[in-house]
């Protein structure tokens, strides 16, 4: 008869252990939590509730202290959401990119909870990619320059309104805007820009981020205020310079 070594008692508690949880039916490592379609739904049905049904409604529906989310779309939500421009923080629709008051993923959650509401549709969230600059350049000043300067610092609109600088715009958040239209920009659908010139603009827009406005390098740019002001600024000094160049002359005549 041949004798059995005996096991070290450290060895034969961790063999215990493991024969536990084998009995117990738990995995003998921890997986990392991953969220659930279902949780992600939970949590932006939490999110609205909170933060967003006592204007847009329950549903979607609206009120008297917000319009309707039925249909929006989810490039709409995340990009009200990511932008800061939602929820509204003061009684006054304000137009500014700000920091957004939720995370990312309880934006997800709550792009996810309003794209639920029946009928659905509206502009999917684009995919923006690399685009050429030159061909941006082109149509930025064709679409864009009107509202946002042509340096794209933003001007003043009617009413008191203005179209805010893209210098803090992602190209996500460039593409949403090309496609819902936030405020009084109007909508661009992919029959008028197709995804191509929206990777185009968006690369260009990255260039006047990156150059923050300073494009040219030809003279003073006053600030970036556009042609129409700069221009009158340059007649008022060029009249000032003549009339003093009059007066100097007349002087010298007597």
């Keep these: ?28 490592t921890s997986p990392s939590p991953q969220p659930s379609p279902s949780a992600a739904s939970d949590r932006g049905t939490q999110l609205y509730q909170q933060s967003c049904a006592s204007c847009h409604g329950q549903q979607g529906e ?5 319009p309707a ?5 989810p490039a709409d939500v995340d990009f009200q959401l990511s932008t800061g421009r939602m929820p509204l923080r003061t009684e006054h629709r304000v137009q ?5 008051v939720f995370s990312e993923s309880d934006i997800r959650a709550l792009v996810q909870h309003v794209a ?31 509202c946002h300067s042509a340096a794209g ?6 009413n008191g309104r203005f179209a805010p600088s893209l210098f803090q715009a992602t190209p996500t958040q460039i593409g949403e805007a090309v496609r819902v239209g936030p405020g009084l920009m109007p909508a661009f659908p992919s029959g008028v820009l197709t995804d191509a010139q929206v990777d185009d603009i968006a690369a260009y827009v990255d260039v006047l981020q990156n150059d923050r406005g300073d494009l040219d390098r030809g003279g003073w740019s006053l600030g970036r205020l556009g042609p129409f002001p700069e221009g009158a600024v340059a007649w008022v000094l060029g009249l000032g310079v003549l009339l003093l160049l009059a007066r100097r ?3 010298r005549a007597r």
């Design 249 to 251: 002359l007349g002087s």
């Design 153 to 158: 610092v933003g001007a003043t609109l009617t």
């Design 1 to 28: 008869m041949t004798d059995v070594p005996p096991t070290p008692r450290r060895g034969r508690r961790v063999l215990a252990a493991a024969a536990g949880l084998g009995v117990l039916g738990l995995p003998l």
């Design 96 to 100: 500014e990119h700000r920091e957004p």
């Design 69 to 73: 989310l039925t249909g929006v779309g």
């Design 116 to 146: 639920s509401f029946p009928p659905g549709g509206g502009p999917p969230i684009p995919t923006v990619g690399g685009g050429h600059t030159r061909s941006g350049r082109e149509l930025y000043l064709t679409y864009c320059s009107a």
């Design 62 to 66: 609206g009120s008297q202290r917000g």
